[in-house]
Each structure stands twice: as structure tokens, then as C-alpha cells.
């Protein structure tokens, strides 16, 4: 299987055989032709599961870098409930596939109940129960989207780095701070809220940001990167 994560602003993929990865690269989605010389590299798969989240554009781009291939390729959907995992949004084929994959690759990592948080172009924040219901979540501008937000509508900001302060003195630390404030609350907030309702609250973090947060959580976490891809792995060797 060649399993395709298309965020919004990154194309992974990992190319899996007997449950093992042989392959695996991120490019940024504007690198057509870099990812034309990518998949040109791979073996032919079988079949191809895509979790799209950066529009109809991308996904026909996904859909001519696979043609030569000549094989099924499935752009996956969150559905009512799929490999254990219940969904309770309210209209459950609107929970974007990119959450739905990490929620189902994080339950059979915990087994329990989780916050999935991944910290990419956006950041989000989902509950997962003790058993297996996606109970909701937050989806706040990412790190790196905060910053640039900052800088690109704010007059005499620059890019500059900051650090982590509690009272910044100065505007690196008072940016930087204020995004990761920011950031940190909302997932420490969601992570209360899941412990006033069980025990064992374990979370899985991902995303490219997720070396800038990781260090300030105070909780039980395990950092798994490539969260959505192991969740379409799982998707793809269910034999429901």
C-alpha cells in the first residue's frame, strides 16, 4: 500500500509492505515535479489510501502523480465508525481525514482514553474516551500560522527568535511566549477536562511542531510522529 497524508501545506508518504515501511518522504505540495521524481522512485503498489485536507486542486494533483500506476486509489473519509474508534461529530463525514486517521491510530497505540494533539499547519486538539469515542476537540492556528499571522499583519514586527518567559521584556519573547502560551493552554485545558472524566489519560502528540511543545507539557505523552499515516496503515489492513 502507498499510504498519502496531503495536509496543507506538506505531502508525506510511506509506502508499507507485510505491515513494514520500505519507503517513507515529505515534500511541500507547491514541489510537483520534485514529487513526480519521488514517486517515480517507488515501487508499484497496489492499492493507495489518501487523506486529503488541502482542497479539490490537490487532491487532482495526487490523482495525476498516481495514474501511471494504473491501480485503486481511495481518498479516505471519517466515517460513523471505523477499526474501533466511534465518531460522535455531528455530522461525522465533516471531521477532517486527517484527524479521523490520528484518532484511530492513537486508540490502538493507548487503548484508552487519549487527547490527540497534532501540531501542524493548524494545531488540534481531539478527546478520545476510554472507549474508543471521539468525544470533539479544537482546532486553533498552528504555531508557526500564529507567527506568521503576527508578522505579516502587525507593522514593525520582524522574524526574530524568541524564548519562553513567563513576563517577556522584550518583543521575540513576547510573541514567541504568547504562541506557545497560547498553544499549551489549549491542550493542558482539553487534557483536564478528559481527566475530571477518567483515569489513565495518557496524550499522543505529532506534527512538525511538536519538538517546539513537547517540552512544556506536563503530562503523560508519547511524541509519535507520522500519527495520520499509521492511522491510514490501520485503515488500510482492517479486514472489516
Avoid at 191 to 199: E, G, Q
Wanted: charged fraction near 15%.
Amino acid at each position: 500500500m502507498l499510504l498519502l497524508d496531503v495536509g496543507n501545506s506538506r505531502c508525506k508518504w510511506a509506502l508499507v509492505r507485510d505491515g513494514q515501511w520500505m519507503h517513507k518522504g515529505a515534500l511541500g505540495n507547491t514541489e510537483f515535479r520534485a514529487l513526480q521524481q519521488a514517486f517515480a522512485k517507488l515501487p508499484a503498489p497496489s492499492r493507495i489510501l489518501v487523506s486529503n485536507v488541502a482542497g479539490a486542486p490537490m487532491a487532482e494533483r495526487v490523482q495525476a502523480l498516481c495514474a501511471g500506476w494504473q491501480c485503486p486509489l481511495q481518498f479516505v473519509q471519517a466515517r460513523a465508525e471505523q477499526c474501533g474508534v466511534r465518531n460522535a461529530y455531528q455530522h461525522p463525514q465533516r471531521l477532517g481525514s486527517d484527524r479521523w486517521a490520528a484518532l484511530i491510530a492513537a486508540w490502538h497505540r493507548v487503548r484508552g482514553a487519549c487527547l490527540v494533539v497534532n501540531c501542524g499547519t493548524a494545531t488540534t486538539v481531539d478527546a478520545l474516551s476510554a472507549e474508543g469515542e471521539f468525544l470533539g476537540g479544537l482546532i486553533l492556528p498552528g504555531v508557526y500560522l500564529m507567527q506568521q499571522s503576527l508578522l505579516g499583519n502587525t507593522a514593525q514586527l520582524k522574524e526574530t527568535d524568541g524564548a519562553l518567559c513567563d513576563f517577556p521584556l522584550n518583543t521575540a519573547d513576547a510573541i514567541h511566549s504568547g504562541i506557545l502560551r497560547a498553544t499549551l493552554g489549549a491542550i493542558e485545558h482539553q487534557y483536564a477536562l478528559l481527566v475530571a472524566r477518567y483515569a489513565g489519560v495518557r496524550c499522543v502528540l505529532s506534527g512538525g511542531a511538536a519538538d517546539k511543545v513537547q517540552p512544556h507539557l506536563g503530562m503523560a505523552l508519547e511524541h509519535k510522529d507520522n500519527l495520520v499515516l499509521h492511522g491510514l496503515q490501520i485503515m488500510g489492513e482492517d479486514k472489516q
